[in-house]
Structures are given as C-alpha cells and as structure tokens.
C-alpha cells in the first residue's frame, strides 16, 4: 500500500484510543464542571463576590466545551458518553466538599485542571500521532483554556 494512502485512513479512520481518550476528557470536563458550579453554590467569606463569578464564569465555559467534545467523538464515529453515573465511572476528579473553606476550593478545583490538562495531552498526542490535526488542535485549545484557569486559581493561592 502507497504511503500517502495509508496516512490518509489514518486520518480518516481515527483510533479506538483517540475516542477513549477523549471520553476521559468529556467524563474529568463534566466532572470538573460539576465541582465548579457546586464551588459556586457553596463558596464564603471575604473573596465570595469574586469567586462566585470566577467559577460561574468557569462553569459556563465548560458547558460549552464539553458540548464540542461529545459532538467530535460523534464525529469520530463513535458514541459520547452521559449520565452522572455513567460518567462518574470513567471520571477521576475527587469530589469537593459542601462546606470547604473557599481556599481549600480553589486547590480541589485547581487539581481537577489538572487532571483534565493530562487528559487533553494524552488525547492531543494520540491524535497528533495519528494524523488527526481537527481532534489535536481542539484538545491544544483545551489545554490552553485550563492552563490559564489554573494560573488563575493558583494566583489566588498565593
Ligand atoms: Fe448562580
């Protein structure tokens, strides 16, 4: 078989490893989204009015992303997975507790965009690896956007 062919169906036909990763990345998103929007709920003390907007402003970003994710990996061919149970499975974010301190938030919060920063780099260079330039460059957007929600948090803790 030509080279340039088989590149081709690489790019075409995308890797049962491409999807799975980016159903890691749909599941921490997901879960991460729904750490920040309970932060939002629960947050007190003296920097409530800043981070009640920060995280709803997070929140809401997340919504929008995640909704991009489910729709590639319907474009990939395969399907996205949903439901809180059924996401809780793949999803390995800790789940914050309702009555934490604000700052005690921002770290539970900050490690979650930590883990979805691997997530999107895992998946990133599996589609880089692959060929597939739409999949990788949506995953360097990802990382993008959650590297600078995480200077954010991480300046708060300073
Ligand atoms: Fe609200």
């Not at 080279?3 to 991460?32: C, F, G, H, W």
């Not at 920040?36 to 947050?43: G, R």
């Not at 590639?72 to 914050?96: M, T």
Request: aromatic share 6%; charged share 25%.
């Amino acid at each position: 078989m030509p080279k340039t062919k088989s590149k081709k169906q690489a790019t075409m036909k995308p890797t049962n490893k491409i999807v799975e990763a980016l159903r890691v990345v749909l599941a921490d998103s997901y879960a991460l989204m729904a750490q920040t929007h309970l932060c939002h709920w629960n947050v007190e003390g003296t920097s409530f009015f800043a981070l009640h907007d920060a995280f709803e402003q997070q929140y809401t970003e997340l919504f929008g992303a995640i909704d991009e994710i489910a729709e590639r990996i319907r474009a990939l061919g395969a399907y996205a997975p949903g439901g809180l149970s059924n996401l809780a499975v793949i999803a390995g974010i800790s789940e914050q507790k309702e009555a934490a301190s604000a700052t005690e938030m921002v770290k539970g919060l900050a490690k979650a965009h930590k883990k979805v920063i691997a997530d999107a780099g895992n998946a990133r260079d599996l589609a880089a690896a692959a060929e597939d330039n739409e999949t990788e460059d949506m995953m360097i957007a990802r990382v993008q956007v959650h590297q600078k929600t995480l200077w954010m948090l991480e300046s708060f803790l300073k």
